[in-house]
């Protein structure tokens, strides 16, 4: 059964923050709504919101969710190609990085950001050293000979050979 508590529940769209922002700040102060702005660039930038009251229901890996899922259709709609599928975690602009290691635990509420919070994308990269390193069906990195320095020659086989070794990044 959805009653109006699950309605009112559910986070804002984009659209209901174009409208709300037009609305006076008393009232949308009176509406008790916590804000968290995000900026993928210049261009694009959207804000999540909800109730004060529902923070601790939801999680970093819905606001993750939710935020680019936000920042695509903002994208879309100023027929703008960004490629948002890199995006693995938000950041804080002003570097607080009791946050920015709080929003990466996907299962964390979002009670300890406040309001008004601006985050940017933090992107997954590869590493220089292993740029040259071949990729795994699933995604991950194989690691090569280049990708080490060698110490010492640790044994000597019938078809192979054991050195000790650093990772050279």
């Not at 804080?92 to 919070?117: A, F, M, R």
């Amino acid at each position: 059964m959805h009653s109006d508590d699950s309605k009112k529940s559910k986070a804002l769209s984009m659209l209901d923050l174009l409208t709300e922002n037009s609305k006076s700040k008393s009232q949308q102060k009176a509406k008790g709504l916590k804000r968290i702005l995000i900026e993928y660039d210049s261009e694009v930038k959207v804000q999540v919101a909800f109730r004060k009251g529902d923070e601790a229901k939801h999680s970093c890996e819905w606001l993750l969710k939710e935020g680019v899922s936000n920042l695509q259709a903002v994208a879309e709609k100023k027929k703008l190609k960004k490629d948002f599928s890199k995006i693995v975690a938000f950041t804080t602009k002003s570097k607080n990085y009791l946050i920015d290691y709080w929003v990466t635990l996907p299962q964390k509420n979002l009670s300890i950001i406040e309001d008004g919070t601006v985050l940017v994308p933090y992107f997954k990269t590869i590493p220089a050293t292993l740029s040259n390193t071949e990729t795994k069906d699933d995604g991950t990195l194989k690691a090569s000979l280049n990708d080490f320095e060698f110490i010492t020659l640790l044994g000597k086989g019938g078809f192979s050979q054991v050195f000790l070794g650093n990772p050279t990044h």
